[in-house]
């Protein structure tokens, strides 16, 4: 008795969730429930009687067959499992998963099959969602390796021809690239094996492919993918014939992107129709924008090595020393000119350190110092700007350079480069106009105290001739017209007085006279040997009147010879003693000692008047200079300076001296020891 006689069973089995019936051995099904006449899409009771295996789809095995009978009534689990597409009338296949097991009677014989079915489409449909996901990933993985790692783009498209054809299962692949405006057919094609399509390969590649025309061309219009059902039939495919011929008939494309612009289109082709596959094309695209990528790698790769095949052009013909450095402080580059700059070939400077090589020993520690600062805090004092140092030559000897140094990040840590440029000639040329610059400065300055001076001077020569005129004229006056009133007393002091106005006068003008021959160098000098205290004594004497108030003592040893100019040793010391005279009040002594000092003869004149400033000892000889005045006793300013240019002239020199005691002043000047100094009698020299 079968079991569905049993009420229990039978409610059961006609409620159940899942689609159920009892199939006889004949493979007709003898009842059904709801469940699996829903999932069949047809009424139950029309189920019965009706073959099972016509419910489920041809290509699937069947889930039992009269083979399975014998063979199920011998297992201990005799439950047959798989899964089967069931159609239903419209079409559509669902998939079940199917539980077959023999029901047996009481002597153990089959009398039936019990069948179970679960629907499972919705697993299905996910596992095949799944699947095509992961094979876009496998695809799209593969053709991100490619665009990495190829060497070439070309490389790259034709991996990506090659995995799109396996992913999507076309046997023939292609790659147009763009020249110019239009595309033009490559050597990239995937062919499977077995298909023979020479001739629309050569139609292929004699066809330029324009904007919008065949299949390459409406991609590169579009900047999309494009997919024809069938090519022979498309009013857009010139090379229809071909294809054909070939037997090909489906066919999609799609374009590969890279800097805004169609830069290669990817079509592919198949030997059966096909309807368009949106969820293709979407992968084909991404595809595209992979190998975009790939392109503007290359071009950017491209166009980095012309840059830096520019610069390194740049760098070996400067003139311009270029030296590369890394973080250890070794070098890594070193151009021509470096050589002709430092004198070390590149061969020779490569791998050596730069504070070896280049920098001088007092400098080594600061650079080391600084170079490890940036490395480890990033602050630089030196980088970025233009310094002048000193650089070390190969023969040892150090050279000033201009260098402007920059900072790199490398690979690995940082790299440090810069021109040198060697600036001995221009510190030369700077040095030299900085000292004419100077010597203008100095000579300007002079200029211009000169005419201070010589705005002073002409005050004071018209105010000193003005006194002893003023004099003369005045006692010549009186004299003439009261010469009867007078007493011979009187008008000898009056002569006196004239006299002496006459005499300062004529020293006034003869100071005049010796410091504009000095000037113009128009000085006769004919040296000859001279005793100097002898000559000394003519001299005061010679200025009785001018020293008359004074104690004049000339001390030193009478046998001393000096070799000078007896005109020029009488210029000297009248000037030194018309200024002790002018600056000491009358009564006081005025000192003069001689003495020898080695090669030279060494005179002093010591006064005991006001002195000379201290610090203004060398002032004082420079040419109107008067550091103080006494009235009547202005003078002209420049009787120490011509005291001075004698003395030169001579070949000794003149000073000042503060008195060790105190009070009053010290001039000293010296000149060569005669008896040491032979020159051919009669000799001349002239002052320049």
Known sequence: MLPAADSRFGYTFDVAAIGMCLVGLDGEILRANTALAALVDRPAAELTGYPFALLTHPDDAPPFSDADTVTMSGRSDPTFWSETRFVQPSGDAVWGLVATALLLDDGSHAICRFVQVVDITAAKESEEALRKQAAMNWLLREVATAANEAATSDEALATAVTSVCAHAGWPVGHVCRRVGDDLVSTPIWHIADGMTIDAFVAETEGTVFRAGIGLPGRVMASRQAAWIVDVRHDGNFPRAGAAAAAGLQSAAAFPVMAGGEVRAVLEFFSDRPGQPDEEQLAIMTNVGAQLGRAIEREEAAAALRSSEERIRHIVDTATDAFIGMDASGTITDWNESSAAVFGWTRAQAIGHTVAGLLIPVEMRAAHRE?????????????????????????????????????????????????????????????????????????????????????????????????????????????????????????????????????????????????????????????????????????????????????????EGPPALVAWTDPQALDRIVSNLLTNAAKFSAAGTRIEVSVRRAGDEVEVRVRDHGIGVPPGEEERIFERFVQLVTVPGHRGTGVGLAVARRYAELAGGRIWADQPPDGGGAVFAFTLPIGSRRQVRAGARGTAR
């Open 370 to 554: 600084g170079l490890q600062r940036f490395l480890s805090t990033g602050e630089a004092k030196v980088i970025g700007q233009r310094l002048e140092l000193n650089a070390l030559h190969r023969d040892g000897h150090e050279f000033p350079v201009e260098i402007t140094i920059w900072a790199a990040p490398t690979d690995v840590d940082w790299g440090f480069f810069a021109f040198a440029r060697d600036i001995t000639a221009r510190k030369r040329a700077e040095l030299v106009l900085a000292e004419a610059y100077e010597r203008e400065r100095l000579a300007a300055d002079r200029l211009r105290d000169a005419n201070g001076m010589k705005d002073e001077f002409l005050a004071t020569v018209s105010h000193e001739l003005r006194t002893p005129l003023t004099i003369i004229s005045g006692f010549a006056e009186t004299l003439r017209h009261h010469h009867d009133q007078l007493d011979g007393d009187r008008r000898d002091e009056f002569v006196d007085r004239i006299r002496s106005s006459a005499d300062a006068m004529g020293r006034m003008v003869e100071q005049l006279l010796d410091f504009s021959r000095l000037q113009a160098g128009n000085v006769a000098f004919a040296p000859e040997n001279v005793p100097i205290v002898e000559s000394l004594r003519r001299t005061a004497d010679g200025l009785g009147a001018l020293l008359a108030a004074y104690t004049v003592v000339v």
